[in-house]
């Protein structure tokens, strides 16, 4: 199963599970993400939505380029784009709190998935940053709007993007895009400490104070906004620059 979904006591855990893969985000996993969304919207059971990756070495690696790499032009491209931004945007709204647990890498798409959430809780061995510019590519799922709206100073968020590098557990915290820091291994307990203020509080309050913020982005135009980055990068993605630079990924992958 290339994902799983726990929940216990309210916490639903999305776990991304291709490991072997360095969890790689494919059309299985996007579908689990919708199921889980879909669950949350028509039940009321759940009181935190948590995600994370199997293993140790990755939370998620982005999308996988061995199955997305036959996508050659803007509009090919831009059918699994938007399927993703479509998960991430309802991800991004829904009226939980959200959780990324970061217990490896989290490049590329899966920086945009986790930067989707509204909480980053980091292992103290992971890196983490938007490295799609290394693909001739923006961010593609709406990760990029995600991100200047999180709280960052705007220069730092823009470096984060045009760098296109990862960056390590504590530069992420100091620059504040991540909350906290975990020791490697002990995900369990950080998670567990993390919600423990939190899950005295009535879910209604959750709820109230998540309106508060999705309210501010509705009169933004987020959902406008992050479609218009995702057509950006489908624009991109069918250059020769990206698709060459894909070929010699998949070349050094072998």
């Known amino acids: 199963m290339d994902y799983l979904i726990q929940n216990e006591d309210g916490i639903l855990t999305f776990t991304i599970n291709r490991e072997e893969k360095r969890n790689a985000i494919n059309y299985a996993v996007m579908d689990g993400l919708k199921e889980v969304i879909t669950y949350i919207k028509e039940h009321n059971d759940v009181r935190f939505l948590v995600i994370t990756g199997a293993g140790e070495k990755s939370f998620c690696s982005g999308g996988d380029l061995s199955e997305f790499h036959s996508l050659e032009t803007e509009e090919e491209a831009f059918g ?15 009226p939980v709190p959200t959780i990324a647990l970061i217990n490896g890498a989290a490049v590329g798409g899966g920086c945009e998935i ?4 509204d909480f980053r809780l ?11 510019g290394t693909l001739a590519i923006t961010s593609g799922w709406g990760g990029g709007t995600y991100l200047f709206e999180r709280g960052l ?19 992420l915290y100091e620059i504040g895009w991540a909350m906290r820091v975990y020791i ?3 995900k369990e307990q950080a ?17 109230a104070y998540k309106e508060i913020e999705l309210r501010k982005w509705r009169e933004r135009n987020m959902y406008e906004r992050v479609m218009e980055e ?5 624009k991109l993605w069918e250059s020769e620059a990206h698709h060459t630079a894909v070929q010699n990924f998949l070349e050094k992958k072998k």
Do not use: N, W
């Open 80 to 94: 699994m784009l938007s399927k993703m931004g479509h998960i991430l945007y309802d991800l991004a709204t829904l």
């Open 114 to 117: 986790a930067t989707a959430c």
């Open 122 to 132: 980091i292992s103290s061995h992971a890196k983490a940053g938007f490295i799609q």
């Open 153 to 171: 100073r705007h220069d730092r968020a823009l470096k984060m993007l045009i760098d296109a590098k990862p960056y390590d557990a504590q530069t």
């Open 184 to 186: 490697e291994g002990t």
């Open 191 to 207: 998670l567990a400490d993390f919600i423990e203020h939190m899950a005295k509080i009535h879910p209604s309050v959750h709820q």
């Open 230 to 234: 995702i057509k950006l990068c489908a």
